[in-house]
């Protein structure tokens, strides 16, 4: 899987960088400002089930734009967002029912918001108008993150939780207590979007992204708990942008 995925975000760049070589001539810079919200899971091996954790992203963003290659519009973006990851547990019984904790009689709930610095790094195709009108995109590439902090929420004291009924991984519970082990993340990250510009007020972007982390947030050697804890994100983000360079090229419309 992750092989196939650097294999198809290398075939992207080198596409951009071809068209970069004969295309029609562009060179424009935008910069502005993002934010959306984050829907956040960890792929841990042993499996630990669960339900997306939902949380907010908001960052700088800058694009630029080289070439038009065909009708294909290629440019380069980047971005440095303040982003809440993390996960929350599903903790189960073997027959798929809530863990009822015996000394508050409530399910029991279990989460941990991870905040990251996060650095995407994407070639991005667009096909459409690039000055006054609609443009459809795709866009793929290298994702790094730097870890700040983390916060856990539980509504039971970890020593008083329910190991009889829980199941597999989650009677063990050592991601309710281990703390975040790696502080650098990296992987892959790739988006499907609607642009709408306007000359005189700039960019409007809205986007569906996913990413794949290719680290682990735990230690994964044979000594250690789990062999993957993978983050992996869905966010829908809107994006505002105001041109600062602008190519004199009549073609463009």
């Not at 980047?78 to 993390?86: I, P, R, S």
């Not at 279990?110 to 990251?116: A, D, Q």
């Not at 902090?149 to 991984?169: C, P, Q, T, W, Y």
């Amino acid at each position: 899987m992750r092989r196939y995925i650097i294999l198809t975000m290398s075939a992207v760049m080198m596409a951009v960088t071809a068209a970069a070589q004969v295309g029609d001539y562009r060179s424009e810079v935008a910069i502005g400002v993002n934010g959306g919200y984050v829907m956040s899971s960890v792929g841990f091996n042993p499996n630990i089930p669960q339900k997306m954790l939902g949380g907010m992203t908001t960052g700088l963003s800058v694009r630029y734009t080289c070439e038009k290659y065909f009708n294909s519009i290629c440019a380069l973006v980047g971005e440095v967002n303040y982003t809440q990851t993390g996960w929350r547990e599903d903790i189960l019984t073997a027959e798929d029912m809530p863990v009822i904790n015996q000394y508050t009689g409530q399910p029991e709930e279990y989460e941990r918001c991870l905040t990251y610095i996060q650095v995407p790094m994407m070639a991005r195709m667009g096909w459409g108008r690039e000055r006054k009108g609609f443009q459809f995109f795709f866009q793929l590439g290298p994702q790094v993150g730097m870890f700040l902090s983390e916060k856990s929420k539980s509504n039971f004291d970890f020593n008083l939780r329910n190991v009889n009924d829980r199941i597999g991984a989650q009677r063990d519970a050592a991601q309710e207590y281990l703390p975040i082990e790696r502080k650098f993340d990296y992987g892959i990250v790739g988006g499907l979007g609607l642009e709408y510009s306007h000359p005189k007020v700039g960019h409007f972007i809205i986007e569906g992204r996913y990413y794949y982390g290719l680290g682990d947030i735990y230690n994964n050697s044979k000594r250690d708990y789990f062999g993957r804890s993978n983050i992996g994100n869905i966010v829908v983000k809107l994006t505002y942008l105001f041109d600062i360079v602008k190519s004199n090229n009549p073609k463009i419309k």
